[in-house]
C-alpha cells in the first residue's frame, strides 16, 4: 500500500539534511572534512609585488611545503599526532592526522625571487610582478 503513496520530495530533503547534520556533528572536528575551511588565504596587490597569506594554525614550519612546478605554485601541510595515556586497566590512543594541499597559477610571477616567511601560524610568501616589457612605438613607412 505505502508503494502507492506519492513521493514527498520536502519530506525526504529533512531526512537527508538530519543525515548531512549528524555527519558534520559527528566529523566536525577533523581537519581532513573541513580542509577548504582550515586553509585560507589572503592575496594582496601591493603593486610591484603580491603577498600571499595562508592561515596554516596548529602547523610547525617543518611540516610546510612551497613548491613551484611551471607556472603553479603549491602549498602543502601535513600533520601526524598521537597522544597515549595509560592508567590501571585502560589504555587511551588516540592519532590525528591532517594534510592540505593548495595550488595557485603564478603566471606573470617572478618565480626565482618568491620569498617565504612562517609566524604565528601564518605563512607569508612574497610574490614578485615580472617586469613588463616596455613597449616601444615606432613608424613604420609605406612605400
Known sequence: MFDLMPFDRK???KFNNY???LE???FGGFPAVNAS???RTDII???DSYLLQAELPGFDREEISVDVSGEYLTISAQHKEESK???KNFVRRER???SFVRSFDITGINAE???AEFKNGVLALTLPKQAEPEVSSKKIEIK
Open 113 to 115: 625571487q618568491i620569498t
Open 24 to 26: 558534520r556533528s559527528f
Open 37 to 39: 575551511s582550515m586553509f
Open 11 to 13: 519530506e525526504m530533503k
Open 45 to 47: 596587490d601591493r603593486g
Open 96 to 98: 590525528r592526522f591532517g
Open 19 to 21: 543525515f548531512d547534520d
Open 85 to 87: 595515556e595509560e592508567e
